[in-house]
T-cell receptor, first 116, second 114 residues
Framework: EPEVTQTPSHQVTQMGQEVILRCVPISNHLYFYWYRQILGQKVEFLVS????????KSEIFDDQFSVERPDGSNFTLKIRSTKLEDSAMYFC??????????????FGEGSRLTVL | AQKITQTQPGMFVQEKEAVTLDCTYD???????LFWYKQPSSGEMIFLIY??????QNATEGRYSLNFQKARKSANLVISASQLGDSAMYFC???????????FGTGTRLTIIP
């Protein structure tokens, strides 16, 4: 069964360092998302991406964050200068179409980021 | 902005009993339905069930069913014959926005007692 894969599963970094989280969405999917979940809290939307551009972003997704899909398969989230409060689980997700037509949003297993 | 309310932060249920998890939501677009996801302690997000807003009948998927009341904007998840493996966090999430991102509620932590 096709799945969304994320790397690394866990990354520890020093405050102020750049971090890149990588995702390989399901191959025929068109809509891509990043979410984050601070330990013990709810899953929060960061950004959605469609047709090679950001379609929506939340207030959390400030200038320190960026996304790109450089080669048609990988979908990356970059945090330029990490802060302690960026420590969280980051989930990548993808779907084939809009939920009214195709339903499910498929999630990766997450990348846990720890900022020291 | 979307407001999703899950009023039960935690629930304890005896194995084999049915359980209902509440969810109400506030959306400006009546055409959107609602998703439920399960997050076990291992952390992954597992899709359970989707209710389309214009579906005539409540969605069912195995032991999962939705009690969808569109006028009240509520879509409660019913798990029948609960099992120990049902212990997890449960999130409801209506889609919103042009790309229909999911906005998650605060979740309900369900613990099944043997």
């Amino acid at each position: 069964e096709p799945e969304v894969t994320q790397t690394p599963s866990h990354q520890v970094t020093q405050m102020g360092q750049e971090v890149i989280l990588r995702c390989v969405p399901i191959s025929n999917h068109l809509y891509f998302y990043w979410y984050r979940q601070i330990l013990g809290q709810k899953v929060e939307f960061l950004v959605s991406f469609y047709n090679n551009e950001i379609s929506e972003k939340s207030e959390i997704f400030d200038d320190q964050f960026s996304v790109e899909r450089p080669d048609g398969s990988n979908f990356t989230l970059k945090i330029r200068s990490t802060k302690l409060e960026d420590s969280a689980m980051y989930f990548c997700a993808s779907r084939k179409g809009l939920p009214r037509n195709t339903g499910e949003l498929f999630f990766g297993e997450g990348s846990r980021l720890t900022v020291l | 902005a979307q407001k999703i309310t899950q009023t039960q932060p935690g629930m304890f249920v005896q194995e084999k009993e049915a359980v209902t998890l509440d969810c109400t939501y506030d959306t400006s677009d009546p055409s959107y339905g609602l998703f439920w996801y399960k997050q076990p302690s291992s952390g992954e997000m597992i899709f359970l069930i989707y209710q389309g807003s214009y579906d005539q009948q409540n969605a069912t998927e195995g032991r999962y069913s939705l009690n969808f009341q569109k006028a009240r904007k509520s879509a409660n998840l019913v798990i029948s014959a609960s099992q120990l493996g049902d212990s997890a966090m449960y999130f409801c999430a209506p889609p919103s926005g042009g790309n229909e991102k999911l906005t998650f509620g605060t979740g309900t932590r369900l613990t099944i007692i043997p």
